[in-house]
């Protein structure tokens, strides 16, 4: 028997305490073990109970929920953060997730709903230092298992906080790009509401799509998922979103967890087109890739939020050289300047995409990637650039962080209300 998720309930309304123990006192699989009326009385409580899941409320008076949860992540980092709080508003979401919270609950909130959290959050902890025990010392993209090296299969996942920013462009246009090069590459719309990786490769199909594998998941089928791979002309294959919306609900971390294992394990290069929303679904393709693709264009509201998510990175674990910054239609006149954008994110952009929108619409519409139809455009060598740069690991000593003058980044040129 599998031993009880211990959760801490941390709250400063003693009547929510004993309501939400009592609710969970229902489940078989989890147990309060404690109850805090406060931060500073949960800090300590946490230390010596060890729990798997706090239930934090973000509104408590002296030290609130948010900075109870940066201290609690940093001394307690495999125990799960549920936040709970009466208003949904996104800044809560966001300032949750950057203080380490892993599930934002909106009271009043149902016995199902707050149990499934809690497993949930629970479930993926335990996944990933699962995945951290399980995954053997790679050198040079090699492994060695039974005394046989084999090259590991290396996930890229193309995301950007804003939509508009070229993101499905790039990422098909960059597998494609892979794949031609002579690698097994395979792309997953990841935009599993409404995925454009169809359009752009002029395919739509009804089937073998994402939900068709959550379907045989179910089953405890787990060899299907090649079977429900699409391969197109250019040599690359395609994993495509559910056909309507409202399938992308089938999808759940652990979907995505064994999705990607198994695609890493057949394949060279899985390119993962990121719907540009921190949900669970999304954190989880994040988790589980080798490289993030963090796509930018010269427009101020995508440098802006390009800076939190970056915020939000060291929170989740990341390390730095995970993390590739690229902007896209780099020479648009926009007043803004590369420098002005290195300056305010702290960090050096890794690679820049022409602007070329005749070339890239006329792909679109054709549903023929530009690196096939018009190879030798700019647009398309760098972009084919892109792809060499994220199929290997950044060069030993490569820095992440821009070494910018002392003077120009306390300047702040960009987003300097924040």
Do not use: C
């Not at 005394?147 to 950007?160: A, L, P």
């Not at 998922?225 to 999808?251: F, K, N, T, Y």
């Amino acid at each position: 028997m599998s031993p009880k998720i211990r959760v801490l309930i941390v709250d400063d309304i003693a009547e929510t305490r004993e309501h939400l123990a009592k609710l969970l006192s229902f489940e078989n699989d989890i147990e309060v073990v404690g109850a805090a009326a406060s931060g500073e009385e949960a800090l300590p409580l946490a230390a010596k109970l060890q729990p798997d899941v706090l239930l934090l409320d973000i509104n408590m008076p002296g030290m609130d929920g948010i900075a109870t949860a940066e201290q609690l992540s940093a001394t307690l980092p495999t125990s799960s953060i549920v936040m709970m709080s009466v208003q949904g508003e996104p800044d809560y979401l966001r300032r949750s997730m950057l203080a380490g919270a892993r599930e934002f609950l909106v009271k009043p909130f149902s016995a199902d709903e707050l149990s499934a959290a809690i497993r949930q959050v629970h479930q993926r902890e335990q996944q990933k230092l699962g995945n951290m025990a399980a995954i053997p010392v790679y050198q040079n993209g090699q492994s060695s298992t039974n005394g046989e090296r084999r090259k590991r299969g290396r996930v890229v996942t193309f995301f950007s906080p804003k939509g508009g920013v070229g993101r499905t462009t790039m990422a098909v246009n960059t597998a494609v790009a892979a794949a031609t090069e002579g690698q097994r590459v395979v792309i997953v719309d990841a935009s599993l509401q409404f995925g454009d990786v169809g359009v752009l490769l002029n395919m739509s199909p009804k089937n073998n799509t994402v939900a068709d594998v959550v379907r045989e998941l179910g089953t405890g089928e787990t060899d299907t998922i090649e079977s429900m791979i699409i391969d197109h002309s250019s040599g690359v294959r395609v994993l495509l979103a559910p056909p309507s919306p409202e399938q992308a609900e089938l999808v759940t971390p652990e979907h995505v967890t064994a999705i990607v294992s198994a695609l890493r394990a057949t394949h060279d290069l899985v390119v993962v087109d990121a719907w540009p929303w921190l949900n669970d679904t999304t954190i989880t393709f994040l988790d589980n890739s080798d490289v993030i693709v963090a796509l930018l264009t010269l427009e101020i509201s995508n440098i802006k939020n390009l800076r939190q998510f970056l915020e939000l990175v060291g929170t989740l674990g990341y390390k730095d050289d995970k993390v590739r910054l690229v902007l896209n239609r780099a020479d648009s006149a926009y007043g803004i300047r590369l420098q002005d954008v290195e300056s305010s994110i702290g960090r050096k952009i890794d690679h820049t995409i022409v602007s070329d929108g005749q070339t890239v619409v006329y792909a679109l519409n054709r549903g023929v990637p530009f690196v096939m139809g018009n190879k030798q455009a700019r647009v398309s060598q760098d972009v084919i650039k892109l792809a060499r740069l994220v199929s290997e690991p950044r060069a030993p000593g490569e820095p992440a962080t821009a070494n910018l003058p002392a003077q120009t980044a306390q300047r702040k040129p960009l987003l300097a209300w924040r």
